[in-house]
């Protein structure tokens, strides 16, 4: 079947000249102003575009970015007979796949149009691809191809369908709350509210008073009766974050709500009811918590019933760049950048960095590459400086000693290099070492000295 391409330009004898020359190879429809133009390409599944940059009625290059703007993949080849290189430029940077100047080769453009089109079809099957594998590694918006994420989707569909309470434990920015609403949204209460309190960010009376709500007069301005979360998402899910960091007094409350299902409200005297699940996550050892006093013990028991713990992003590194790739997409659609690729260079650094803020802090670094990115890939020089010269865990929190040694010279290595800026002859003069070995342990531990090269 003949691929369909729209050809947009005023020159009518033009248009008849490239119908009769490419009619065998595809299906032309033609135009002779952008507005029928736009209108035929939002009605009819188009395989590219030859546009015109002088039309009638807009800029061709109006029309470029109108039709990216719909389908960034769409492949469109720009034609003038008024052609300056800064035109061309300008055609590129906004997606154009190729720049022609009148008169036109009828041949060449058959050829052009040719690699247009199959580099969009494979960049189609690439991205369907991509979305394959995302949908293989994802659970619920959790991505993560990973052994230990994988051990935790599954855990995650075994306990959805259960009543009882659920600890999820792991550091700051591990995703503890999108479990929660994977757990939620996976279970017999999806149809109910899920809500989520902080309850580290709050004081314990405003935190009691959210939770279980409060009477009419009890405080300054409460002149009416407030339902508590407790009651809004009643035969729902409530997620408690940060609970190793509640008083006691908040605990013992807590505690009533998960043994009798009742709980009263701030300064009222009646009791209710109500059946809501809840989910609890802390990034705290609560064990230790509970060893010094500060955590109630049964509520502990209660709580812990189904535990969850939520690895580190350094403990699945594997995940890194599947997890970059989808922030990519995410914050490249976002911020209307045609960025596609994220170099080499770039995940080599993103491995090796330890993230101590976990996916939260991977997410955030790349979004701000993505704005500082000027190309289609992503580049060292876009990333945080923390995240390129970034270090590994210490030495003494691995087992054994050829780790130890091998996690040692990796950083002498990098040290050696941050100072020389990526200088390997005077990272070998530094160290007392020849270039020769200086090369084969960076080959060794895949470490690249351009990383270290002085940004521009």
Not at 229 to 258: C, H, M, W, Y
Not at 344 to 366: D, K, Q, T
């Amino acid at each position: 079947m003949k691929n369909k391409i729209l050809i947009i330009d005023d020159d009518e004898e033009l248009l008849q000249l490239l119908k009769e020359n490419l009619g065998n190879d595809f299906i032309i429809s033609t135009a002779t102003n952008a507005d029928d133009g736009l209108k035929q390409f939002r009605m009819v599944d188009f395989s590219a575009a030859l546009v015109d940059v002088v039309l009638p009625d807009r800029n061709g290059i109006d029309v470029l970015k109108e039709m990216r703007n719909v389908d960034s993949n769409f492949p469109i080849v720009v034609i003038t007979g008024h052609a300056s290189i800064d035109l061309a430029v300008r055609a590129m940077k906004i997606g154009a796949f190729y720049f022609v100047e009148k008169p036109i080769s009828s041949k060449v453009l058959k050829e052009i149009l040719k690699r247009a089109i199959e580099q969009s079809n494979l960049l189609k099957d690439y991205q369907s691809l991509r979305k394959l594998a995302e949908e293989k590694y994802s659970f619920s918006g959790i991505l993560g191809k990973s052994k230990p994420m994988q051990e935790i989707f599954s855990l995650i569909e075994r306990v959805a369908s259960a009543e009882a309470t659920i600890l999820i434990e792991g550091e700051t920015g591990t995703g503890k709350e999108l479990v929660a609403k994977a757990i939620h949204f996976n279970s017999l209460r999806k149809e109910n509210r899920f809500l989520a309190i902080n309850c580290g960010a709050l004081p314990e009376s405003l935190l009691e008073s959210e939770l279980f709500g409060y009477a009419a007069g009890v405080f300054t301005g409460a002149n009416k009766n407030k339902e508590g979360l407790l009651e809004v998402a009643n035969s729902g899910t409530i997620f408690l974050d940060e609970i190793a960091q509640t008083p006691i007094a908040f605990q013992s409350k807590v505690l009533r709500v998960l043994e009798k299902g009742t709980f009263y409200p701030v300064g009222s005297t009646e009791e209710k009811i109500t059946n809501t699940r809840i989910i609890a996550a802390t990034d705290w050892n609560i064990e230790e918590a509970v060893e010094e006093g500060k955590f109630r013990e049964d509520l502990f028991y209660r709580l812990s019933a189904l535990k969850i713990h939520l690895p580190p992003l350094r403990e699945r590194k594997g995940d890194i760049p599947l997890l970059s790739r989808h922030f990519l997409d995410i914050y490249a659609k976002k911020n209307h950048k045609e960025i596609k690729n994220i170099g080499e260079e770039v995940l080599e650094v993103l491995v090796r960095y330890s993230w101590p803020g976990n996916v939260r802090e991977l997410e955030n670094a790349i979004e701000r590459a993505v704005i500082l990115c000027q190309d289609d890939t992503i580049l060292p020089e876009n990333l945080p400086e923390r995240v390129v010269k970034g270090e590994e865990q210490e030495p003494s929190n691995i087992a054994n000693y050829d780790e130890a040694k091998e996690v040692f010279e990796k950083k002498y290595l990098r040290n050696l290099l941050k100072v020389s800026a990526g200088n390997v002859s005077k990272s070998a003069k530094a160290a007392g070492m020849t270039r020769q070995n200086i090369y084969i342990k960076l080959r060794k531990y895949s470490i690249n000295p351009k990383i270290y090269y002085p940004r521009k």
